[in-house]
């Protein structure tokens, strides 16, 4: 494994380790919706919007490092690098819109509603579509990981039977050096 997979891995690590703890209450607001569990949501998303700048930046970082790592894998041009890599990347845009695009104005919603427009209906569907949206970026870092992990598969199952295909040659070869001492 090098450099970039490293990068790639333990940015994806990092989101989902942060999407499953947001899971614990994502859970309970998409499949067990009650009070408490409301009261939850809006206090989890709350500490979890006002976190200090330093916690933002790094998951902008990491976010960027994923990124950078997966365009740096790309650059290749081989076959697996377009396949995997490719798809990799697609994926991890695609998360990082929906967190950019569903996860942000929904906290927002939730932390700072707008006086006089969102009610609290809007703040428990915003809390709704901010779960939802977490588990869609769970499947899609997941796919990213399993990706990784096929690339790397595939390169070994590669590399055994190049190995095999170079054994076969030098056997033939040595046989070939036999015949012609005869």
Known sequence: MGFSQAAVLSSVSFFLGVLFICFNV???VLYALDEQAITDGFQFYTTFFNSPPAIKAMLHAMMGVGVVALISKISKWDESAL???GSSLA????SIAMFFAV???SMRTIVDPVPDVDTRQDQIEALQVLGAGNTIIIVLLTAVIALQAGQEYARRVEQRE???????EKKEAAGGAD????
């Open 26 to 28: 994502d859970y309970r």
């Open 83 to 85: 396949f995997f890599d």
């Open 91 to 94: 994926a991890f845009i695609f």
């Open 103 to 105: 996860t942000i104005p």
């Open 162 to 168: 190049l190995q095999k295909i170079i054994e076969e």
């Open 179 to 182: 015949k012609k001492e005869q």
